[in-house]
């Protein structure tokens, strides 16, 4: 059961867009229709037609001794979630006859309700001539359903003609605003300081597999830093989180569809949450008044009701495991906050005088490109992924080597290099090789990261972690076994 990603911006942080003082965001796309159902009439021509204005190439809609009758399914990308979609035109090129020998009327549906809405008409169109208009679709959200899908209608008053049409687009417009990543509170600490996440492995023993698992995701391959301030591909770059009163928001029910290996809930989410941009959109959430983590996989949102892949609710003081076999939002049944960049920590580890002392109290997570399907501690799940001789269980964890030279970095690059020589980094999930996740904050300088590509895998080693374990079902650590 593979459940997540391969999302991999090699390429994310050369080329992110500028970001305005307002920190409102806007991306814009163009959606061509992937499917067209005929309900009255018929249609000739192939969809293709409809992707640009050529006059050459189109398509006709024919009312045969009847009104015409027929929609067109659009679909938003992944990386363009529903709940962030501002604006929706409907934009057509129409030759036919003109509105007063026959009405052609154009109509979007709206989920929430289960109706058409009216959104345009051939009104001004001159007999057989093209004509160019452009819709609004009013309360755009309501028009695209929780999977992304947009249904556009085309409809005759009689069966007087047929129209033919050269282009129909979907044109989309998404809002985001971006800021800084939200405080989490003191007393709920991520974890104990036991936890496995929270201990280091500066002192370890190198693990016998070493080479050959740095060799298998890619001893010359460069890391890349995936969180940033700003926009990729449309949306912000990282894993975001939220932090809220848990007795001050709804509570959801969600439908998973791996329910056997979900937590039940019910899931406290804020209105539009913060949601990871992409193909996983995770939604992880903090419940300041339980001080428990809430994290799920694939969400999205429609008719009132959220649903998604699956969940996992982590009690924050606690160091319990998943059950053994058990996915949790992520593909090794581990917590994602807990291995996460988060640009607080940075603010917080420099204002120690000491620059020993400057650095992230974690692991962070990362990806691999292939995986088995088997696991070490604390992992507990499996997704096998990609083909190599030697694949790396999630679960492994590994370090920048105690000789790299971290000195001529940036004191904020220095901070997450001098935690990767410590707390070291841990296999999380499947994707690309050497991608180390964090948390979306404008005060992120995504040039400066980009600084942190020179690392390959050939600074790292991997530890050997199982002396740390205290028992099979628990994530708490303790090195007073560690040679």
Avoid at 264 to 291: F, K, M, Q
Wanted: hydrophobic residues 35%; charged residues 15%.
């Amino acid at each position: 059961m593979k459940l997540h990603r391969f999302l991999f911006f090699v390429f994310m942080l050369s080329v992110l867009t500028s970001i305005p003082s307002s920190n409102a965001v806007a991306a814009n796309t163009t959606l061509s229709p992937t499917a067209n159902k005929n309900l009255s009439g018929s249609s000739v021509g192939s969809l293709s037609a409809l992707d640009t204005i050529d006059h050459a190439t189109f398509m006709v809609f024919k009312t045969p001794d009847k009104i015409y009758k027929g929609y067109r399914t659009y679909r938003l990308p992944a990386s363009m979630p529903p709940q962030s979609v501002s604006s929706l035109k409907v934009k057509v090129s129409y030759r036919g006859l003109p509105a007063g020998s026959q009405t052609w009327t154009w109509y979007a549906y709206n989920w929430s309700s289960g109706s058409w809405t009216k959104i345009g008409t051939n009104q001004g169109a001159k007999n057989n001539i093209w004509k160019t208009f452009t819709f609004n679709v009013p309360n755009p959200q309501a028009h695209v359903q929780g999977n992304g899908v947009v249904r556009i209608l085309l409809q005759s008053n009689n069966a007087s003609g047929n129209a033919s049409i050269d282009y129909e687009g979907v044109l989309v417009t998404t809002a985001y605003v971006l800021g800084n990543a939200p405080n989490i509170p003191a007393k709920c600490a991520v974890f104990p300081a036991n936890n496995y996440w929270n201990t280091p492995v500066n002192t370890l023993s190198v693990d016998s597999r070493s080479s050959a698992w740095i060799n298998s995701i890619g001893a010359d391959r460069h890391f890349h830093m995936d969180f940033g301030s700003g926009l990729w591909d449309g949306g912000p770059i990282g894993i975001p989180y939220n932090v809220v009163s848990g007795s001050a928001v709804t509570k959801y029910d969600v439908d998973f569809y791996y329910p056997e290996q979900s937590d039940p809930g019910p899931y406290p989410i804020p209105n539009s949450p913060a949601r990871e941009w992409g193909s996983d959109r995770h939604i992880l959430v903090v419940d300041t008044d339980t001080c428990i983590l809430y994290e799920t996989y694939d969400m999205s949102f429609s008719g009132g009701q959220w649903s998604g892949g699956s969940g996992a609710i982590w009690d924050m003081g606690s160091n319990a495991l998943r059950p053994d076999v058990w996915t949790s939002a992520d593909a090794a049944g581990l917590p994602i906050l807990a291995g996460l960049a988060r640009y607080q920590e940075i603010v917080t580890a420099l204002q120690q005088p000491n620059p020993n002392d400057q650095i992230i109290p974690h692991a962070l997570r990362f990806t691999v490109n292939c995986s088995p399907d088997w696991y070490i501690w604390p992992a507990r799940h499996q997704a096998r992924s990609g083909s190599c001789a030697n694949p790396v269980p999630f679960g492994a964890r590994f370090r920048l080597k105690a000789n790299y030279n971290i000195s001529g970095f940036d004191p904020v690059l220095q901070v997450i290099l001098r935690t990767m020589k410590v707390y070291g980094i841990v296999n999380a999930d499947n994707g690309g090789p050497w991608v180390i996740n964090g948390v979306p904050d404008q005060r992120w300088d995504n040039v400066m990261l980009h600084d942190l590509d020179v690392l390959t895998g050939s600074d790292f080693e991997a530890v050997n972690t199982a002396c740390m374990k205290v028992g099979i079902n628990s994530g708490r650590a303790d090195l007073a076994n560690c040679p």
